[in-house]
């Protein structure tokens, strides 16, 4: 959904990134320069829990008086909901924040048109398979910490299941069903592993592979790798294809200005 | 005035070095700013622009790629490490994209220093920012006021690679104890102000509250032995 453009506007895209590996935070940037060449706010940054600039920094970072922050994650939870309202001291949908207006928009990973974007890296990545013969498993982390991180997952899988593939199943690195059981819980000879991450980080790029039994042992970060991997891996009397995060996928951007787009819809906001 | 503002009214009085970054003003209409290594500065000067072997760019935002790694492959987390690797050069069409290249190497920190000349910085002390952690590195907030001392003049400073200027304390009542990381002034190149200006840390990072934790588990396992 296309957006007028906020020339007075700064948008801060809101990511977790990573103080052992790069490649975390690659998509953010990403996004951002797609964003930025639209032209459609005066300015847009990328801010951090765990790089730089930090959540706690972003006030600072623009002279703008009206900033939406779209968190570039991938569900509803520990993050969104805990710690960036927190770090940016905000207090509902929209806070004033020593004379800042921050607008605080949903996750990319809830919106509606992430389903399309899974759809399209399951084809991308195994184009000749007949979906009949084959489960789609969309692998996410899981967490004690915060019950609502696996809802979009659970959500995405349900309508992905009316979309002609054998069986859709949610599973996650640290919580039941794991993606380590694969083998057991997809009973088709086709297996598409999509996993529900932003970034090719540790874990989709070092820890998944691991778990799916694709790499013995954790790999070096994907951009210091010379040698990517090659689908289909067959295992387990299976083809099993892997892809690489659904948040490297550019058309993100996309998503983020969706959210803006609903955020104002939903809050009559517009500036 | 706003940030561009200050950023042209620094650059009038002279300013041309924020941490290893080094603002060489051309007169050029075109490309009024050039960007690069400090240490690169003569032989980007030596070449009028156009030295041998250097990656050439005039997109800001290379910023992020050229200051991922350090020359020795080592990924800089924290931008204010000392490691930041030459041989390129930003070629930048205007204030505004040299004001985004700055950003990019050194995230946040133009406007932290803007916000300090402005009365608006809000600094963080330590014990505040470790006690509303949460998640794995709440344990980080048992860490004693001895170890935290410690810990500054282990981690921070430019002798470990960290050339911000601690603003913070460990708490309302207890300022850092002195070491060279407590009194660093943020200027690694030792130029005066406004020639240079600070990077300037206004709470403790990520990699700070991290080792907190690991020092916190040390200090508690420590505890624990001795009284087995």
């Known amino acids: ?271 | 005035m706003t940030q561009l503002d200050w950023l042209q009214h620094l650059l009038a009085q002279g300013f041309h070095r924020i941490g290893q970054l080094e603002i060489l003003p051309t007169g050029r209409a075109e490309e009024p700013y050039w960007l690069c290594h400090e240490t690169d500065r003569d032989a980007v000067l030596a070449a009028q622009g156009e030295p041998e072997g250097f990656q050439l760019t005039s997109d800001p935002f290379q910023a992020r790629d050229i200051s991922t790694y350090s020359a020795d492959h080592e990924y800089r987390f924290t931008k204010g490490q000392t490691n930041l690797r030459g041989g390129w050069l930003m070629k930048l069409k205007n204030p505004t994209d040299l004001l985004a290249a700055i950003d990019g190497f050194y995230p946040a920190c133009f406007s932290l220093w803007v916000a300090q000349q402005r009365g608006t910085l809000d600094v963080q002390n330590l014990r505040d920012k470790l006690n509303r952690q949460t998640g794995m590195y709440r344990f980080a907030r048992s860490i004693s006021d001895e170890g935290a001392q410690q810990l500054v003049q282990e981690v921070c400073g430019p002798a470990h690679q960290c050339a911000k200027k601690i603003l913070w304390k460990l708490d309302e009542n207890t300022p850092l104890a002195d070491s060279e990381a407590s009194r660093f002034n943020g200027v690694s190149s030792g130029l005066p102000e406004p020639l240079a200006i600070p990077l300037l840390c206004r709470e403790a990072c990520n990699h700070f509250v991290a080792e907190c934790r690991k020092a916190s588990k040390r200090e508690f396992e420590a505890k624990a032995q001795a009284q087995a």
């Open chain 1, 1 to 271: 959904m296309p957006i007028e453009p906020k020339p007075n506007t700064a948008l801060f895209i809101a990511g977790h990134g990573s103080t052992e590996n790069p490649d975390s935070s690659t998509p953010y940037f990403e996004h951002a320069d797609e964003i930025r060449r639209r032209g459609l706010f005066a300015e847009v940054h990328c801010i951090f829990w765990k790089e730089e600039p930090s959540f706690r920094e972003a006030w600072y970072l623009t002279d703008c008086e009206e900033i939406y922050v779209v968190p570039d994650f991938i569900s509803e939870g520990y993050f969104t909901q805990d710690v960036i309202p927190r770090e940016l001291e905000l207090t509902g949908p929209t806070t004033v924040v020593r004379g800042k207006t921050f607008h605080y928009c949903s996750p990319v990973g809830i919106h509606p048109s992430m389903t399309q974007l899974l759809l399209r890296r399951a084809k991308e990545v195994a184009p000749d398979v007949d979906p009949a013969q084959t489960t789609l498993i969309i692998v996410g982390h899981g967490t004690n910490l915060n019950a609502n991180s696996t809802k979009a997952i659970k959500d995405q899988c349900e309508i992905l299941r009316q979309t002609g593939y054998a069986a859709v199943l949610d599973t996650y690195m640290e919580e039941q069903p794991f993606i380590a059981d694969w083998a057991e819980l997809a009973t088709t000879p086709n297996v598409v592993v999509v996993p529900f991450f932003i970034a090719d980080g540790l874990h989709s790029y070092q820890d998944i592979p691991v778990l799916l039994g694709i790499e013995s042992e954790v790999g070096a970060a994907a951009s210091q790798r010379e040698v990517f991997r090659h689908n289909p891996h067959e295992l387990h009397g299976k083809k099993l294809y892997y892809s690489s995060a659904i948040g490297t996928e550019r058309l993100i951007a996309d998503v983020i200005l969706d959210q803006i787009h609903d955020f104002d819809q939903q809050h009559h906001s517009h500036s």
